[in-house]
Nanobody
Framework: QVQLVESGGDLVQPGGSLRLSCAYS????????VGWYRQAPGKQRELVAV???????IYADSVKGRFTISRDSAKNTVFLQMNSLRPEDTAVYFCNARSQGIDYWGQGTQVTVSS
C-alpha cells in the first residue's frame, strides 16, 4: 500500500504560478514512478507529468515548457511546479504512484486559473 497526500492547489490568475506537493508513504521501496494527472469538469483524467525511477520526466504536450516535475527522495515528496498558468489548466490535480504494477491515487487538489 502507498499513501499519497497532495497540497498546494489554489486560485491563481492567468500567467501566475503554483507549486503542488505530494507526500508519499507506505510501501515506497518498489515505486517505479510517481507523477501527476488532472481532471477537468466533464473530461477524462489525463496525464500531466510523471517521473520514472531513473529520473526521466514525461510531460503532456500541453504543459511542456511550463510545468516541471521534481522529486525529493529524502523527503518522500514529488513536486509539480506550474508556471504561465492558463484557464485551461483548471482542474483537480491528482498525485499518482505506481508500485508493483498497481496505481495509487491521492485525494486531489483543486487548481483554478481565473481572473
Amino acid at each position: 500500500q502507498v499513501q499519497l497526500v497532495e497540497s498546494g492547489g489554489d486560485l491563481v490568475q492567468p500567467g501566475g504560478s503554483l507549486r503542488l506537493s505530494c507526500a508519499y508513504s507506505g510501501s515506497i521501496f518498489s515505486l517505479s514512478r510517481v507523477g501527476w494527472y488532472r481532471q477537468a469538469p466533464g473530461k477524462q483524467r489525463e496525464l500531466v507529468a510523471v517521473r520514472s525511477s531513473d529520473g526521466r520526466g514525461i510531460y503532456a504536450d500541453s504543459v511542456k515548457g511550463r510545468f516541471t516535475i521534481s522529486r525529493d527522495s529524502a523527503k518522500n515528496t514529488v513536486f509539480l511546479q506550474m508556471n504561465s498558468l492558463r484557464p485551461e489548466d483548471t482542474a483537480v490535480y491528482f498525485c499518482n504512484a505506481r508500485s508493483q504494477g498497481i496505481d495509487y491515487w491521492g485525494q486531489g487538489t483543486q487548481v483554478t486559473v481565473s481572473s
